[in-house]
Nanobody, 127 residues
């Protein structure tokens, strides 16, 4: 059974940085795609960043481009999200997601494209 465990959330001021980590437990082979999503209060879950073909291609939501970076630590089997220049609108619960299936383009930013999900970690950005 695959288990995803996020960590690294917290509260920071506007302009600050956080590094989220997602431990992937129980995976028997490399995922085809991994992603980070977030959900703000009262809003739908949205894709923030994703990586396909085991790290060959990355996609980002327009709102986080050039501020967030997704990466994979294949040795420790962790999915990392580096977040810089954080804004109040980045506040929300951040979820890690993985899937073995292939996908086209930036469809890995959609919730329907992912099979396994973590429980989420809270990120709060205050002014």
């Amino acid at each position: 059974q695959i288990q995803l465990v996020e960590s690294g959330g917290g509260e920071v001021h506007t302009g600050g940085s956080l590094r989220l980590s997602c431990a992937t437990i129980g995976a028997t082979r490399d995922y085809y795609k991994v992603a980070w999503f977030r959900q703000a209060p009262g809003k739908e879950r949205e894709g923030v960043a994703c990586m396909t073909d085991v790290g060959e291609t990355t996609y980002y939501a327009d709102s986080v481009k050039e501020r967030f970076t997704i990466s994979i630590d294949k040795v420790q089997r962790r999915v990392i999200l580096e977040m810089n220049d954080l804004k109040a609108e980045d506040t929300g619960v951040y979820y890690c997601a993985t899937d073995y299936g292939t996908s086209d383009g930036d469809s890995c930013l959609t919730t329907a494209s992912m099979l396994s999900w973590g429980q989420g970690t809270q990120v709060t950005v205050s002014s």
